[in-house]
């Protein structure tokens, strides 16, 4: 019961305050822009805190090389498994492939490490998130777009701040007092906007095909267990690690996935269906997932 306890605890916060983007929506009825916010997200505040969280990072560097590794190896490993089964399936890869191989590792799972496993814990998820997002906006996007050129994500602002982050914690460097007061400002905007926007998003989204998204949200969910820990296994990861990086992996369908799919014209009520279902699971699957780790 203790444990059940100290789990609601961790996760509350973070349902709640999506509930508020919703309920902002749906019962107040009052506006949102979510492209604006999300913009701000993106563009500005999320870059930010991956920026100072990897400047900042405690965690030792053989064991930073390790998470990096393995977070790698086991989006390679999610991508190829959840490929063969849409080719078996004879499902279309541009609408089901990135939103099943890619979760919600920004709006749930950085909140949501940070309140369970602490700052050494966030500091690896944002890791994580980094990996999550030079391999989604690189080969996702192509493949979410039928073609183009992969190399468009250099452009994104998100991307640089991992970059940019890498290079002064591999460099030893530190940032200005001043500006780094700037950035930290920046950068704690980046989840309460990112959790409110996640449920302003689930209120505006019309989903279909729930029978189907009901199934391919749990084949989703028991690959992007089984991969991280099988990975972090291998990788002979420490508990706290291994406890973030299933976290990590195994998110809910990101709303970003279905504003992908809608700008791409990749049947994005689909994937809207994916979005639903899997973050209503994630209620469950979360906490059962906490709850084995801590």
Do not use: H
């Amino acid at each position: 019961m203790t444990l059940l306890l100290e789990v609601a605890q961790i996760v509350a916060p973070v349902f709640l305050i999506a509930a508020i983007g919703y309920a902002w929506v749906r019962v107040l009825g009052w506006g949102y822009d979510v492209e604006f916010v999300s913009r701000l997200s993106m563009t500005l505040s999320t870059p930010c805190l991956i920026f100072m969280a990897l400047v900042r990072s405690q965690v030792e560097p053989e064991l930073l090389r390790d998470t990096v590794a393995a977070a790698i190896a086991a989006y390679v490993v999610v991508g190829v498994a959840v490929w063969g089964l849409l080719r078996a399936l004879d499902l279309d890869i541009q609408t089901f492939w990135a939103p099943l191989s890619f979760g919600n590792t920004g709006n749930l799972g950085l909140p949501i490490a940070l309140f369970a496993f602490g700052q050494l814990g966030f500091d690896m998820a944002v890791v994580i998130f980094a990996v999550m997002a030079i391999m989604s906006f690189t080969f996702g996007v192509w493949v979410v777009a039928g073609g183009g050129n992969p190399l468009n994500a250099v452009r994104e602002p998100l991307v640089w701040g991992a970059v940019a982050g890498s290079v002064f914690l591999a460099m030893g460097w530190s940032v200005p007092p001043p500006l780094a007061g700037s950035l930290d400002l920046v950068g704690q905007m980046a989840i309460p906007l990112m959790l409110i926007t996640l449920g302003v998003a689930i209120s505006r989204l019309q989903p279909r095909a729930l029978g189907r998204a009901f199934w391919l949200c749990l084949v989703k969910l028991a690959i992007c267990t089984a991969a991280p820990l099988a990975v972090g296994f291998a990788f002979g990861l420490p508990r706290l690690a291994l406890g973030v990086l299933v976290l990590q992996v195994s998110t809910p369908v990101a709303v970003t996935s279905y504003m992908l799919a809608n700008k791409f014209n990749a049947r994005p009520d689909e994937v809207a269906g994916l979005v639903v279902v899997s973050t209503l699971m994630s209620v469950v699957t979360i906490p059962a997932t906490l709850a084995f780790f801590l």
